[in-house]
């Protein structure tokens, strides 16, 4: 009875990897719980919880773009106009383009991510319940990552033992039906995490996504201004419509994330 052999493991591994989506998905309605009510998000969390911190450095790019305080040119290049930053992030991104004015757009957009006002709007947002911390593997999305594994692990294990001789007269339908028990466990799993928990964010928890869908929802309400620069926060550079600008991001190394 080898196919036993390899029913152990895939119970194991598909009992482990529901467990641990299971305790993720506790944890982020726990922690959606501790936000309380709805609050209002700004242009800078709503990029992060978005795309994370490159996905500011994006926003603050293109916003001072369109305020002709900073411009990007068609072939990668960034030039200050207006060297007076209006918060930390701006002038975390002028500080990066450095004291000649003038620098390739793609070092810009890595320095002013890595900055410390990116990181302190990062910590924040963990704080409030809204992120998910940096580098966290047991997030409701990592889980349903395992959970995958798991299944494709189960699967894989469950044809290897129907390939194997028939043992001990144990029809090949039994076997079938005991490897099948476990992929159900994970299906299941990967089903209820896509009706209570999708879209799984690797930066916003539970909570920052029902504010993100919430301010997509409103922001047709806001200024052309707003709406336009709160459309790049949610969607990237692929929601800016000058030409010359998505070029300038295109030349400046940007592989066009959502």
């Known amino acids: 009875m080898f196919w036993i052999l390899l029913l152990l493991p895939a119970w194991a591994v598909s009992g482990l990897a529901c467990t641990r989506l299971c305790l993720a998905a506790v944890r982020a309605a726990e922690a959606g719980a501790v936000t309380g009510g709805q609050r209002d998000l700004t242009l800078y969390e709503a990029a992060f919880l978005s795309g994370g911190p490159a996905r500011v450095a994006d926003l603050t790019l ?137 879209p799984y964010s690797r930066w916003a928890s539970p909570a920052g996504q029902r504010l993100l869908d919430a301010l997509a929802r409103h922001s047709g309400d806001a200024g052309d201004e707003r709406a336009y620069l709160t459309s790049v926060a949610v969607r990237g550079v692929r929601a800016v419509g000058e030409p010359d600008l998505r070029a300038a991001f295109a030349h400046g190394g940007h592989r066009w994330r959502a």
């Open 62 to 198: 293109v916003s001072m773009a369109r305020q002709r305080r900073l411009l990007l040119a068609h072939t990668g290049w960034a030039t200050v106009v207006d060297p007076r930053g209006r918060d930390d992030i701006e002038r975390s991104v002028i500080g990066a383009i450095g004291p000649q004015g003038q620098s390739p757009i793609a070092p810009v957009r890595a320095a002013a991510a890595a900055a410390d006002a990116v990181h302190g709007l990062a910590e924040r947002l963990v704080g409030a319940g809204l992120a998910v911390p940096a580098g966290s593997g047991t997030t409701v999305g990592a889980g349903v990552r395992q959970v995958r594994i798991a299944a494709a692990v189960v699967l894989a294990l469950g044809v290897a033992a129907l390939l194997m001789p028939a043992q001990d007269g144990v029809p090949r339908h039994l076997v079938a039906l005991w490897f099948s028990l476990p992929l159900f466990l994970c299906l299941s799993c990967l089903a209820l995490a896509r009706i209570e928990a999708h």
